[in-house]
Structure formats: C-alpha cells, structure tokens
C-alpha cells in the first residue's frame, strides 16, 4: 500500500535548469493537485487533474507545467528554474470531494 | 475571496494539557472542512472531516473538531496532548460544487512541552 509516491526527494538546480517531478498513486483515484508549500504560507495549489485528460491552473502556475500521463502519474515540469521556486512540492490525490488527500512525502528543492 | 485563517502561528501546550487550535473560513456556502496534520519532513496526513450530520466530528489520534456554521469555524480540540502531537496542522475548506479544489490556512504549529 505505497499510496502516493513522489520521485526525487531532494533536488538542487541552477537557474535556468529544468527538470521533472514525478507523482504516481496506486488507489484508483480520479484527481491528484500539485502543491508547493513555503514557511507561513501553508499550501497553493500549483496545478490539478480532475480527472484523467483534464488539467487545470491553481493559484499559482506560473513557471510551470503539468502532465496527466495516466490515471496513475501526474508530473510536474520546470522549464526554467528560479531561485523564487524553492520550495518543497506535494502531490496529492483524491478519490471524490468528500474524502480528502493523500499526500507525497514531498520533493524538497532548491534553485541556486 | 475564499480563504482559510488559522490566527495562531504557533502554539505551545503542557504534555497532558488540553489543545484547541482555531481555524476560520470565508465561503460562499458550507465547504467540505478538514484539518491535516504534517510532522517534520512528511507529507499531510488527514486528521477528520465534515461534509454534513453531527457538527462534532471524531478523528484519528484522539482529534475532534466542531463546526460551528454561525461562526465559520471549525476547530480542532484534543482532551489530553501527548508528546508525538507536537506537529503542524492544517485546516482545510473544500467545495461542494463547482471546481474540485482545497484551500489551506497557513498552518498552525504545535510545541508540547514536557
């Protein structure tokens, strides 16, 4: 029962790298959110999918893509790191509204 | 706007002592409501929930919380604290209709002293 597994969990770049984060749950749930999560500012949503096929901007996309390969994966793209993207990244998943999220571990990275 | 308040940053408690953490929401109409909790380098861990029923809700750990449609709110109590509490936490408000997101407060950390 490994939930939701999120792949690398650490990383450094140098502005101007890109670089992939990748998200997989094994419970058949429909949705899964990317989030980032800086001190005093809880979680901001940066992308989510709904439902396999569809993908969604959150509060804060900028800087970012996303791609629902599958029902199961879920990864997050940096085209062009920037120190401001420092941050450590949840992926989470849902089956419907009601039940809430199961969350990733989390990738803690660093753009120097 | 919809948003999350959690007042407290931070919170300190005896080990045995009870703990309420606050959270306030601002809604167009009676969110799903959560609260999470993450201790150091985790990720979030859902805690309870309310979708509708009895506003007092029972969660894992001993957490309860009531949800108190007057006041927006929806806090989070716990009778007696143990020491592996300490940890954020996390209140959350989600829609019923509409786009399928959650929205987070900023987190409330907890210190249990001995």
């Known amino acids: 029962n490994a939930g939701v597994t999120q792949t690398p969990k650490f990383q450094v770049l140098k502005t101007g790298q890109s670089m992939t984060l990748q998200c997989a749950q094994d419970m058949n749930h429909n949705s899964m959110y990317w989030y980032r999560q800086d001190p005093g500012m809880g979680l901001r949503l940066i992308y989510y999918?709904?439902?396999?096929?569809?993908?969604d901007k959150g509060e804060v996309p900028n800087g970012y893509n996303v791609s629902r390969l599958n029902k199961r994966e879920f990864s997050l793209r940096l085209e062009s790191a920037a120190p401001s993207q420092t941050s450590v990244y949840f992926c989470?998943?849902?089956?419907?509204?009601?039940?809430?999220?199961?969350f990733g571990s989390g990738t803690r990275l660093t753009v120097v | 706007a919809q948003s999350v308040t959690q007042p407290d940053i931070h919170i300190t408690v005896s080990e045995g002592a009870s703990l309420e953490l606050r959270c306030n929401y601002s809604?167009?109409?009676?969110?799903?409501l959560f609260w999470y909790v993450q201790s150091p380098g985790q990720g979030l861990q859902l805690l309870l929930k309310y979708f509708s029923g009895d506003t007092l809700v029972q969660g894992i750990k001993g957490f309860e919380a009531e949800f108190k449609r007057s006041q927006s709110s929806f806090n989070l109590r716990k009778p007696s604290v143990h020491w592996s509490d300490a940890a954020e936490y996390f209140c959350a408000v989600g829609a019923r209709t509409g786009g399928f997101k959650t929205i987070f407060g900023a987190g409330t950390r907890l210190f249990v002293k001995a």
């Open positions: 809604y167009g109409a009676t969110p799903y």
């Open positions: 999918s709904a439902s396999e096929g569809t993908t």
């Open positions: 989470a998943s849902s089956a419907d509204r009601v039940n809430g999220y199961t």
